[in-house]
């Protein structure tokens, strides 16, 4: 289980089974043996995916992980909110096309 403030960038997202790897979190050592004679066998880290629930959302605007909120806008249309900051991150201007 991972617990405390830990920062990192989402890498890779499994829908499937909804996991995600994030950069520099959940490393796990693998022994990996030589593929050739004489050569020796290697110890790595791999980043390991861990749920989706137990990942936050950043504000860079205010330096701060919050959890969502749902709310229902003024036209009807249902978004997702930062609850610590009430910024919206479901609009569309939020996102580079």
Do not use: C
């Amino acid at each position: 289980m991972i617990r405390g403030r830990l920062d990192g960038e989402v890498t890779e997202i499994f829908r499937h089974n909804n996991t995600v790897v994030v950069n520099e979190i959940n490393l796990k050592t693998k022994q990996v043996k030589s593929k050739e004679v004489g050569e020796p066998g290697q110890i790595i880290k791999i980043e390991a995916p861990i749920h989706s629930s137990n990942v936050m959302l950043y504000s860079k605007e205010q330096n701060v992980a919050s959890r969502v909120g749902h709310k229902v806008l003024d036209n009807g249309k249902r978004v997702r909110y930062l609850i610590k900051t009430g910024e919206i991150i479901d609009g569309t201007e939020n996102w580079k096309f």
